[in-house]
């Protein structure tokens, strides 16, 4: 029976056999790259050495790892399923690497934010943070979509409108509520009070976002409401459009959290309220947040941050999509 005592004859890990790391780095330098020549000037090293440690490589694992045309190589199928398993082995010592090479538990965290999410709510907050817990040195960074925490992010903020990497650790932050938002002066004009309902005139410019180009779709159709558009204005970043709002050029489809700010200050004003749309904002990390440590501290401020909406109580954890 193979046990996985160290020492032990029958121990898996002495009858492990695997490819020398040489000739592994030698093999994803040449595969990133499409050359033996470039491979060789990365790893400082001649097109030869980078040659014959992947003909070693492939010699070793009885199958061809690249095809070779002209001055270019092109992984074959079985380079490419190695290509993937050493990508992800190497992701995992560098992370360990740094991990130990930087012990310190007052190792900055590197956080990601969306950039408006980051702009109007976050930055605005985060004084109040770095107040409470001196001891946490905190980076924030500005980013959206995919992302990969071995590109030196640590933690990050996204909403839950794209598929994450597999083994990412989710803790919700909040739900998304949704609702237009304008000047308090203009109001009356473009939400018009049919039998003491507002009701959104076909006069109001609409201001969209090419980040979320569906937002006035998806209102309208949670409202159940079916209207022709009237004037609308294009922004290029979601943020410019909750910006022009600010200046009165129209209503803007807003989530409350980005605009609770400036609801509370009367700078803008929802005349329909705001309206669940499915989605939620998430802490993503690479592994589990351990109680009581920065994470978990951090963690904890955010959500204490992100109140809900109607005072309504909502669970700590919710599932990740």
């Not at 006069?203 to 006035?216: D, E, I, K, M, V």
Request: hydrophobic fraction near 45%; charged fraction near 20%.
């Amino acid at each position: 029976m193979k046990t996985d005592i160290l020492g032990d004859k029958k121990s898996q890990t002495i009858n492990r056999r695997l490819p020398p790391l040489s000739a592994l780095r030698c093999f994803e330098a040449a595969a990133r790259l499409e050359s033996f020549t470039r491979a060789g000037e990365a790893l400082h090293l001649t097109h030869g050495a980078i040659s014959r440690a992947v003909r070693a490589l492939e010699e070793d694992l009885g199958t061809q790892l690249f095809e070779r045309r002209s001055h270019r190589v092109f992984l074959t199928e079985a380079g490419r399923e190695l290509l993937h398993s050493v990508e992800h082995a190497f992701d995992l010592i560098d992370a360990a690497a740094r991990k130990l090479r930087t012990p310190d538990k007052a190792a900055t965290l590197v956080l990601s934010c969306e950039p408006t999410l980051l702009m109007r709510w976050l930055i605005p907050r985060i004084p109040a943070f770095f107040a409470a817990h001196p001891d946490i040195p905190l980076q924030l960074v500005a980013g959206g979509g995919p992302f990969a925490f071995a590109q030196g992010i640590d933690l990050a903020i996204r909403r839950n409108d794209f598929p994450w990497q597999p083994h990412t650790h989710a803790q919700w932050l909040f739900d998304e509520a949704i609702g237009p938002v304008c000047r308090p002066e203009q109001a009356a004009h473009w939400a018009r009070n049919a039998a003491g309902t507002a009701q959104l005139s076909n006069t109001a410019p609409r201001l969209h976002s090419a980040t979320r180009a569906q937002a006035w779709e998806q209102w309208l159709t949670l409202k159940g409401v079916e209207q022709a558009p009237g004037k609308e204005q294009v922004f290029e970043h979601f943020y410019f459009s909750l910006q022009a709002a600010v200046a009165g050029l129209g209503l803007a489809i807003a989530p409350w959290q980005l605009v609770r700010d400036d609801l509370e200050s009367g700078l803008l004003v929802a005349p329909f309220g705001f309206i669940a749309d499915g989605s939620a904002y998430y802490l993503l990390s690479p592994e589990a947040i351990e109680p009581d440590s920065a994470v978990a501290r951090l963690l904890d401020w955010l959500r204490h941050q992100a109140l809900p909406l109607d005072g309504e109580q909502h669970g700590a954890t919710h599932p990740a999509t």
